[in-house]
Structures are given as C-alpha cells and as structure tokens.
C-alpha cells in the first residue's frame, strides 16, 4: 500500500481517516483494513482473494511423513532435506511458489514410498521371510 496525504474517509471505517492505498485495487484503508501479506499490503477485500501463501501446509505433512518413512532410512533423509528446504524458504519470507510444492509432493512421494518399504521390511521380517527369495 502506498501512504494517502489526503483526508480520505475508509470505506468500511468512515470515522477513520484513510492510511494507506491497497496495492492491487487502489481503494483506500485505515490501519484496522490494512493487510500485510509477505511485505506487500492489501485492503480486507482484495487479502481475501488472495491465494492461500503456497506450501507450508504440504512442507509441514511431508516433514512429519518423512520422519515416518525413516524405517527406509534413505528415501527418508532424502524427504527431510527437501521438506526442511521448503520449510527454511518459507520462514525466510521468499516467495517460492509451484517449486516449493514440487519439493514438497516430492517429499511426501519419498515419505510414503519409505513407509511402504518399511511396512513390508517389517512384514516380511515378522513371517521369517527375510533372506529368502
């Protein structure tokens, strides 16, 4: 948002004085109508039709399944680097977009597999199959 000099009223607080321009729309906001998405600052309408920020919430469910999938210890040290990647870029502020999802659908492909290998390692190990072709 860009600072206003004028005495423009808020639209949905005419007794506040307005603040700031929205980025996207232009419209004007009090600082209750001000939203800050990673540095850029938006009125309460067009924050809303923002899109959600991208791949914390797959970075978070591949880091907890590669913790899982840790039975098949490399696939899963391969999903905590690149879930932990994902998840560094985030905390960091950096807009990563359809690469951090790639990482981490990535990650959460590896996890599973790992889980899966695990599962049947652990299978197999319980009916006295290991070692046996």
Same mark, same amino acid.
């Given at each position: @948002? /860009?600072?206003?000099?004028? *005495?423009?009223? &808020?639209?949905?607080?005419? *007794?506040?004085?307005? *603040? *700031?321009?929205?980025?996207?729309?232009?419209?004007?906001?009090?600082?209750?109508?001000?939203? !800050?998405?990673? %540095? !850029?600052?938006?009125?309460? !309408? &067009?924050?809303?039709?923002?899109?959600?920020? +991208?791949?914390?919430?797959?970075? $978070? $469910?591949?880091?907890?399944?590669?913790?899982?999938?840790?039975?098949?210890?490399?696939?899963?040290?391969?999903?905590?680097?690149?879930?932990?990647?994902?998840? /560094? @870029?985030?905390?960091?502020?950096?807009?990563?977009?359809?690469? %951090?999802?790639?990482?981490?659908?990535?990650?959460? +492909?590896?996890?599973?597999?790992? $889980?899966?290998? +695990?599962?049947?390692?652990?299978?197999?190990? @319980?009916?006295?199959?290991?070692?046996?072709?």
């Amino acid at each position: @948002m /860009t600072a206003v000099s004028l *005495e423009a009223p &808020c639209p949905r607080h005419p *007794e506040n004085a307005a *603040e *700031e321009l929205c980025i996207r729309c232009g419209s004007f906001a009090c600082s209750a109508c001000i939203v !800050d998405r990673q %540095g !850029d600052r938006y009125c309460v !309408d &067009c924050a809303r039709r923002l899109p959600p920020l +991208g791949g914390s919430w797959y970075s $978070i $469910i591949a880091g907890i399944l590669s913790f899982l999938s840790l039975g098949c210890a490399p696939l899963g040290l391969v999903a905590i680097v690149l879930a932990g990647i994902d998840l /560094t @870029m985030i905390s960091a502020g950096r807009k990563w977009g359809r690469q %951090g999802v790639s990482l981490d659908l990535l990650a959460i +492909g590896l996890s599973l597999v790992g $889980i899966l290998l +695990g599962a049947l390692i652990l299978y197999r190990a @319980m009916n006295g199959q290991i070692g046996e072709v």
